[in-house]
DNA sequence: TTTTTGACGATTC
DNA sequence: AGAATCGCCAAAA
């Protein structure tokens, strides 16, 4: 994969989501352009683990803020710690407040 | 080139 | 209200 455009701009957003805050693969998608195929930029996280430099993918949860990709961090508990190191409140591999740490990639970058 | 899959999302039953 | 299914599209085998 030289310029896989795709990838790449998914991989660019996510690394652009700051400390904190944390994303949804359906807000990243509709930025793209690639709006409703939001498993798209989850299948660009398997990716990710290869991606330089590293995806902070713990900052991207599904849209009820399930930490469905925990399972790809080497530990199952290793997404909640990071996201709970971040300041994230995390219960039972969900993130609480989510809405208020939700970060819209279409409003911070697309302004 | 075709088929399968896949860290989702929304809709329908 | 809860569970199950279809739909999105691109990458990998």
Do not use: C
């Amino acid at each position: 994969m030289k310029d896989p455009n795709f990838f790449e701009k998914v991989f660019d957003v996510v690394r652009l989501i700051p400390p904190g805050r944390i994303t949804s693969y359906g807000a990243i998608a509709n930025f793209l352009g690639t709006k409703g195929s939001s498993r798209m930029v989850g299948w660009a996280m398997h990716a990710a683990s290869s991606a330089i430099p590293p995806i902070p993918a713990h900052r991207v949860v599904n849209s009820a803020g399930l930490l469905t990709g925990k399972v790809h961090f080497g530990t199952p508990t290793l997404m909640e710690e990071l996201l709970k190191s971040e300041g994230i409140l995390v219960k039972d591999d969900k993130v609480q407040n989510f809405k208020k740490h939700f970060w819209d990639p279409s409003v911070e970058i697309g302004g």
